[in-house]
């Protein structure tokens, strides 16, 4: 806690210092460059240091803007400081006076005052530089975790580089062929680092990992970011196949998709203390299903305004667009849901593609899915299809239009299902899109440029409806 806000408020001090003593010194070289000649130390080099001076103050300046430079510009600037006051202090013991060669109000100081500035200065650098070493040769503590008795676990010496530097017996000898536990490094918590990124909140906790809202610090102005954790504990599916983390894979399929695709922009992937981590853009928006809340309040869709009906229909054309252009790059999501779907300023992000699928792949296909969104067939775990994606597009319009989970419209009669949207008063070319979307045949389901027409299509009839009313 002394490290962290120790540095952050030295940091902007020497910075301050830095750009000030450099850009005084610009505004007056020639004196600089007069005075540092007159000194008996530095005159034959004057024409070298003078440049050379203000060079360094600037790039130690920019360095400590930069949470990666950071410490490299505290030292730089603590070298600094050391030869400032060094020479300052020659000067007195062993020379006459000469005029001062800094600039702005440092040059109105005496030389006593300015060797007392100069060392406070540079003890408060010093005292950072330790501060920052004693922080990274801190071990992390560890803490016994037991796995889940009922998952199977790799616990052989041919698996042990899985688990990482923290996986032992809590005999320490290492793990066996038997369940053992586990020695992770403690959980992070809130205004704690990880790797640069300030963490603000945790959003959410569960057995895969935390997904935490952060900082993140790798520029010059920080920005908003979601830290997603992947615990790497080793598991058998059931397959028999080892399933790790598949974080790394995310953040390759969020880069590949990036700008494209509307999903959050991937900033960092990295290995700490034995877990994954994917950072990513911070997007400011509203999950779907509380975006539809805000919209509908107690109305159902028939007693919408205009403008609301438009919006919604909006919401779906973007995504049936979002799909179709993650399909023709290759890849099917496999988890849209309410909760999955970002709204932001009328606009819609894909989030969470930890089950998303090439096309093109081979591999056996991870179970799951949310109740109420996934077809017969990912039910069954078939391969998956872009067809399978219709019919959870179409649990997003059952969703959208009468702002209700779509898993209690399951085991609904068709005719008690049709009616239940009539009295919502959908229109009935959008009641037959939807139910089209959601047919148990796959192959009946509609490609995603015919459920773009016709929203489009539904839009545009709106827009004449309300023209009509205009003029009438």
Known sequence: MLKKYYIEFISPLFILLMVYAAVSKLLEYSTFSLQLGQSPLLSPFAHVVAPLTIAVEIIAALLLMMPKGRETGLQLTYALMVMFTF?????????????????????????????????VFTVLGLFAIVLYQTG??????????????????????????????FATTSSGSGCTSQPCTLLISPFYVKGQFIRGYKITSII???????????????????????????????YLNQNGKETLSNLYKQFKLLASLHPSIPVPKPYDFFEDGGNEYLVMGYIKGVRL??????LYGDS?????KVFKKKTLLGYLLDLATALDNLHIMGYIHRDVTASNILVRKGKIYLLDLELAWSINSDCPTAEGGTDGYVS?????????????ECFSYGAIMLYTLTNTH??????????????????????????????????????????????????????????????NKIFI
């Open 87 to 119: 020479y300052i202090w020659t000067i007195l013991h062993f020379s006459n006076d000469i005029p001062c060669a800094c600039g702005g109000i440092l040059e109105k100081m005496d030389w006593d005052a300015h060797l007392v500035f100069n060392f």
């Open 136 to 165: 990274k040769n801190k071990t992390a503590s560890t803490v016994p975790v037991q796995l889940d008795p009922k998952a199977t676990v790799y616990t052989d010496a041919s698996h042990a580089h899985l688990f990482g530097p």
């Open 289 to 294: 299903h509380e975006a539809l809340k805000e």
């Open 300 to 304: 159902t869709f028939g007693n919408l």
């Open 376 to 388: 017969p067939e990912q039910q069954r775990n078939e391969r998956p299809t872009v067809s399978q």
């Open 204 to 234: 959410k906790d569960d057995e895969k990992g935390r997904v935490m809202r952060g900082v993140y610090l790798q520029g010059i102005l920080p920005k908003q970011c979601i830290i997603k954790e992947g615990k790497t504990s080793v």
């Open 406 to 467: 779509p898993a209690k419209w399951k085991n609904k009669d068709s005719k008690v299902f049709f009616q239940g949207l009539e009295s919502e008063g959908i229109p009935l070319h959008i009641i037959l899109l939807m139910m089209s979307c959601l047919h148990n045949n796959p192959d009946q389901r509609p490609a995603f440029k015919v459920v773009q027409e016709q929203l489009q299509g539904y839009i545009e009839g709106f827009k004449m409806e309300r023209t």
